[in-house]
């Protein structure tokens, strides 16, 4: 199964330019999930590349830092500062980022508005090397 995932496009840059290897989540996918395509953000608002999922991680907040914070993308206080008051956190660590030459229109993959989080995407809709 394929997700369109909407990423903020700073983070979005850092999956692609292999500072950031996990993106992080509150909540995750209820399908299997092996492929990723992700949507940057406004004010890009275009979907920039792909990834796979190496591993999908879940654990209390503290152990998922000290095990991606050297490869986070982001600084401990955000991290913290995004989960809030949850006590668990996802962790996608991001295998094979491979970025689009062209940055491809969300319509071409999906006919709704952007996606707050993600949405999952039918196989026959994809036009790349999924």
Not at 9 to 36: W, Y
Not at 75 to 84: A, H, L, Q, V
């Amino acid at each position: 199964m394929i997700v369109l995932l909407s990423i903020k496009p700073q983070f979005a840059e850092g999956i692609f330019e292999g500072s950031k290897r996990f993106e992080f989540r509150k909540a995750v996918f209820r399908q299997r999930v092996t492929h990723v395509m992700v949507y940057a953000s406004a004010p890009i608002s275009m979907i920039i590349g792909e990834f796979e999922i190496d591993e999908l991680m879940h654990d209390d907040l503290e152990p998922l830092w000290q095990k991606t914070k050297e490869h986070a993308g982001i600084t401990e206080e955000y991290f913290y500062s995004y989960f809030g008051e949850k006590e668990k956190g996802f962790a996608i660590k991001v295998k094979n980022a491979r970025r689009y030459q062209q940055p491809l229109e969300l319509k071409l993959f999906y006919s709704s508005p952007a996606p707050q989080s993600f949405a999952y995407l039918r196989a026959e809709a994809i036009m790349g090397p999924f």
